[in-house]
C-alpha cells in the first residue's frame, strides 16, 4: 500500500474515531487519555535524546508540555462535553483550520512542489504554505461563514494556520536534531500522533488567546 493511500484509510479512521467522541463520553475520555500518554511518550523520546548529557533539561521541558497538553485535553474534553456553544464554535474552528492547512499544504505541495520553505523539514515548501492558507479558509468560509463576518474568519484563519504550520515545523525541527523520520509508528502514514496532532498543540492555545483578546 503506498503512501498516501496509507495516510487516506488513517485518516478516515481518524474521522470515524472523532465522530464517536463526539457523541460518547466513554468514547472520547479514552480516546484523550490515550492522545495525553502516547504524545507525553513521544515527546520524552525526543527530548531525551536531544539533552542526552542533561536530564535537567527533559524534566523542565518535559514538565512544561505536560502542564501545556493537560490544559489542551482538559479543554477539548470540557468544551465537547459541555453546553457553551461559543466555545465549540472556536474549538472546531480551530480545528477545521488546522486539518485543512495540513491537507492543503500536502496536496498543494505535492502538486506544484518548488523552493523548499525551510532547511528544518525538506518536505516544506511555498506553494505548500500557500495551499495551507487558500485551503485553509476556503474549507472554514464554506462551513462557518453564517457564524462570523468575513474579516474575522480570514483574520482567525491565517493566525490559526500559521501557528498550525509553525508548530508543524518545531516539531520537525526537534525531529531534524536527533535524526528520525517520524516521532512512532502508532499511525500508519502518519507516523506518530505527535506527527499527526503537532499543528493542534500549538494552534489550539493561539486560537483560545486570540477568542479571549479580540471580539468577533
Known sequence: ????????????????????CIYSQIALTVFL???????????????????????FNTYI?????????SYIIIFVWSTILGDNNDTKLIFFLIVSITISSDIGGFVIGKIFKGKKLSKISPKKTYSGMIGSYVFSFVTTYFLFKN?????????????????SQIGDLLISYLK???NIKDTGN???????LLDRFDGLILAIPTGLI???????
Not at 502508532?186 to 506518530?192: A, Q
Not at 486570540?210 to 468577533?216: G, I, N, Q, S, V
Request: proline fraction near 1%; include cysteine.
Open 210 to 216: 486570540l477568542f479571549k483578546f479580540y471580539d468577533f
Open 147 to 163: 457564524y462570523l463576518n468575513f474579516t474575522d474568519l480570514m483574520l482567525f484563519t491565517i493566525i490559526i494556520s500559521t501557528s
Open 1 to 20: 500500500m503506498t503512501e498516501i493511500k496509507k495516510r487516506f484509510f488513517t485518516s478516515i479512521l481518524l474521522l470515524i474515531i472523532f465522530f464517536l
Open 186 to 192: 502508532i499511525l500508519p502514514g502518519h507516523g506518530g
Open 33 to 55: 487519555a490515550l492522545c495525553f500518554y502516547q504524545i507525553i511518550s513521544e515527546f520524552y523520546f525526543i527530548l531525551n535524546k536531544i539533552f542526552q548529557q542533561n536530564k
Open 176 to 178: 531534524r536534531n536527533v
Open 61 to 69: 521541558s518535559m514538565l512544561f508540555i505536560l502542564i501545556t497538553l
